[in-house]
């Protein structure tokens, strides 16, 4: 009776712990993505050619503006460029031999060290996305963002599964003066993650401010000697560097800390409306800004990266999910792996003012041309509406959901012995059906990708259900990852040190909203 007793129990106690191992929360976050399927290459070696020598031909004979940056014009002199007033004329093959001593791949660390990225080689590295004044929510609808819609951003980003990176500003917090706001943001994404993160670009002194608050997180002699940063630094296209970008970049470089250099450009209107026009263009303005992070510090990590979208020519809107804006930025992954750069592009592009079918189809093509175009570092992955100035929540947890896409495609297909699967067809036969066949019981659980989001279920049970469109899923979605968020460990000198950096600098100048 007692050895019953202990067996019944047994099974009780493992039937609880296997349900409580169910409803755990798990805060889990996959590898980078590796790819093992080919880069998709539309350009062959004679056009690639031909757009290599037309954008060094632009950078001799057209040049490239550093505006109110004397500093930049002295480096760029020293260095054999034509400088008259603030245009940059720079002789053909310097932009080229000077962007040499950037490096191929970089590690970016984080403060968990299991979160680290590689960016470059065969690697995706997948971030939210960023910059927009507006949030989006089923319940709320849009309205201008806040940092408590920051702060709520950074946890999804955290608890997302298939999300490497905790990104930047994934929306702008308006709530906060301008001049302070970049403390907040970084102080949000350095305790409510422990993933990497970007740094502040909207001025030399906040890019300052990054680094010093990386110092406190990481230790100044690891940040000077390790990449914990990465920034994006937008070139004001046509071919124009402003101050306060290169500014930023200028704090970064010196710092060891990376930055994407990338063209804002919507075909059109801020470059040639042809593929090819639009690519020579392209080139010419990241050569330019690559080679100029290495006068600043040679060996600097640096991202080569283009925004890509083309224009509307009824409204003037830009528009995305386009095969023009694919072709630019496959065209652009064969440019910058010929200079042996990391490269970033593509998105959950779209321009859609809801989370609805519109928003999928351009997401979708965006997603997977990032894939296939060879990007390494995917900035705005989840999130992103109408055109950038939303940031919503239901669309962010859409979009990373279907982030685990992009890592089982790029896996490639396995030909070893168990997926051979010859057992299982012996094993079958005609006629037969490989439900409970050896190989699918050993194999079934990782078989397939599964989406934590869409639904699969009968038309009964979904209507008996409640009839839930995709959307109200999402928004349930949302409410569970946040409710199920759990603060990664800090040490708490480290956390106080954070806060005190924070309230010390605020404190020291007077709120700006300018």
Known sequence: MTEASTRRRGRGGGGAARRAERTAVRIECAKTISRNIPNLEILNDEALEIIEY??????EE?????????????????????????????????????????????????????RNVEIGGNNLVLAPVYGPPFVRDAAGGRRYATMD????????????????????????????????????????????SDKPYMGSVTAPERAQDSVEMSGILFGKDFVQQNTVMTSLININSPMQYDDVMMGA??????????????????????????????????LAEVLAGVAYSQLVRKGAPVVAGTFVSSIDMNSGAPTFGTPEAAHVTYGAGQLFRRLGLPYRSAGSFNGSKLPDAQAAYETANSLNMGLLSGVNFMLHAAGWLEGGLVASFEKFVMDADQLGTLHHLAKGISVDENAQAMDAIREVGPGGHYLGCAHTQANFKTA???????DYKPFETWEEEGAQDTETLATARVEKLLNDYQQPGMDPGIAEGLRDYVETKKASMPDAFG
């Open 54 to 59: 037309n954008a060094e031909t632009v950078l």
């Open 149 to 192: 819609d920051f702060r709520k951003f950074v946890k999804l980003a955290y608890m997302s599964k298939w999300m490497h990176h905790s990104g930047g500003t994934v929306c702008e917090p308006t709530d906060v003066p301008v001049n302070k706001r970049h403390l907040d943001m970084l102080l949000a994404h350095m305790t409510l």
């Open 249 to 282: 970049m200028e704090v970064f470089a010196e710092n060891n800390q990376a930055s994407i250099i990338s063209p804002f450009i919507v075909g059109g209107a801020m470059a040639p409306v042809s593929v090819a026009g639009t690519l020579t263009q392209v």
């Open 62 to 114: 057209v040049g490239v503006n550093f505006v109110e940056n004397p500093a930049a014009l002295e480096r760029w002199k020293a260095a054999g460029a034509d400088v008259s007033g603030e245009r940059v004329r720079i002789p053909r093959g310097l932009a080229r031999e000077l962007c040499k001593t950037a490096p191929s791949s970089f590690v970016q660390h984080a403060r968990n060290p299991e």
């Open 448 to 454: 397939f990708w599964r989406s934590e989001l869409l």
